[in-house]
């Protein structure tokens, strides 16, 4: 995109940006319901690898910094060191927390805060998200983690969303083995907290980074047409679902959705 940037001029650069966040959504999309068509079908496998909570969380916390930032929000998070590494499955932890982290960012206002928090309960891995944001109804609760389930329905919504973030996350949970659920008060905040079954870890040697094959005018390296594919689907992930439409279709947001 940044050659892009000096060969075009604004409208065409423009209507190429929104191409591309149109595109990384709708990929965003297609991996969710794939996701969920897996489950649905048990085929969805759980790996057990060993993870660095810390490092985990860090990082997590690093790819939403920029949107926290963009919106005036403080990212705070806070992990109990002696965790340590523990057996999960990395990707689906990933999905779990990132479409909590976006989902708190996207509906908490500026000057607003959002706390990722890891610790050891007795036997178990507990990881809370909270926010300050506008809340949860209380009617409307009881709804947020079902399929395509939305609190506002309208076509005047700011974020446009399908109902299928908090659906995956209670079922990439209850896959592997634990629960999660909501406490909200409309008007000052909502808590998610995941609760998965704690199983201590050995820590893992970080293996070297492959050296770059550069091309001839030493601009590229090459990959494999399963890591081009493996980088896009993670990019599709860490893409903010709450950036805002274009000027022209935005509404007033009448009141918060149920799931990404």
């Keep these: ?6 060969t075009f001029d604004a409208d065409t650069r ?3 940006t929104t191409m591309h966040s149109n595109g990384m959504r709708l990929l965003k999309l297609i991996n969710d319901l794939l996701d969920l068509v897996r489950l649905e079908s048990g085929r969805l496998e759980v790996k057990h690898e060993s993870l660095s909570v810390v490092d985990f969380v860090k990082g997590l916390a690093s790819a939403a910094r920029q949107v926290a930032d963009d919106k005036r929000l403080r990212l705070e998070t806070i992990v109990d060191p002696d965790l340590g590494n523990v057996i999960a499955d990395r990707d689906k932890l990933e999905k779990i927390l990132l479409n909590l982290v976006f989902n708190a960012l996207k509906f908490t206002p500026a000057g607003g805060r959002v706390e990722v928090r890891a610790e050891k309960k007795e036997n178990t891995l507990v990881i809370t998200v909270a926010d300050t944001g506008m809340g949860i109804s209380a009617k409307n609760l009881p709804f947020v983690f079902d399929r395509f389930w939305q609190a506002d329905g309208s076509t005047k919504r700011k974020y446009q969303g399908v109902g299928i973030g908090l659906a995956l996350v209670k079922e990439l ?3 592997q083995g634990g629960t999660v659920n909501v406490e909200s008060t409309e008007g000052k905040g909502t808590t998610f907290t995941v609760r998965l079954p704690y199983q201590k870890a050995e820590p893992v040697a970080k ?6 094959e550069e091309t001839a005018d030493g601009e590229t390296r090459t990959v494999s047409s399963e890591e081009w594919l493996a980088n896009l689907y993670r990019r599709a992930e860490l893409f903010p679902a709450m950036t805002p439409l274009p000027a022209p279709l935005k509404a007033v947001a009448t009141g918060r959705t149920g799931s990404l």
Excluded at 1 to 6: D, P
């Design 1 to 6: 995109m940044q050659k892009f940037n000096r």
């Design 14 to 16: 423009e209507v190429l």
């Design 173 to 175: 949970t209850e896959v």
């Design 207 to 212: 293996s070297e980074p492959k050296p770059d």
